[in-house]
């Protein structure tokens, strides 16, 4: 990935999508990209993105800048984890935000496979 998707991804809420027996999206504030590319999420509620995850694997992350219209598309396969640094991370977050009434119960973490262009203009739909 590169930088500016990078930054926008860091910086900008995201919107997860997967699907299942009907499909799902939910805004995510707790999120972060890795230094190898990977995406991970923080679990609080999610329970019918979980569900979708495990039935077929696959997610999207979508996040735009709103001053600017950057945005981008992440479209990848995906694992829930319980245990491991990325979900204490998260743990340590959710109790921060959250003073115990709601804990993480672990992490996604995102393996992209394509970032598309969603800025208006004439590189919408491009691969980077």
């Known amino acids: ?11 900008q809420l995201w919107h997860v999508a997967t699907y299942g027996e009907e499909a ?4 995510v504030g707790f999120k972060d990209v890795t230094e190898d590319g990977k995406l991970v999420i923080g679990v609080v509620l999610m329970e019918e993105t979980l569900k979708n995850i495990a039935a077929n694997g696959k997610i999207a992350v979508s996040a735009c800048d709103g001053a600017t219209a ?3 598309q992440v479209k990848g396969t995906a694992e829930f984890v319980t245990e491991g640094p990325v979900v204490d991370m998260f743990k340590k977050i959710a109790e921060d935000t959250f003073k115990g009434a709601m804990p993480a119960k672990g992490a996604i973490i995102m393996t992209p496979e394509k970032v598309i262009v969603t800025t208006p203009g004439p590189d919408n739909k491009k691969l980077v």
């Not at 990935?1 to 991804?9: D, F, G, I, R, T």
């Not at 799902?24 to 805004?27: A, D, E, R, Y």
């Open 70 to 72: 950057e945005g981008y």
């Open 24 to 27: 799902n999206v939910v805004p």
């Open 1 to 11: 990935m590169n930088a500016n998707v990078v930054k926008v991804l860091k910086e």
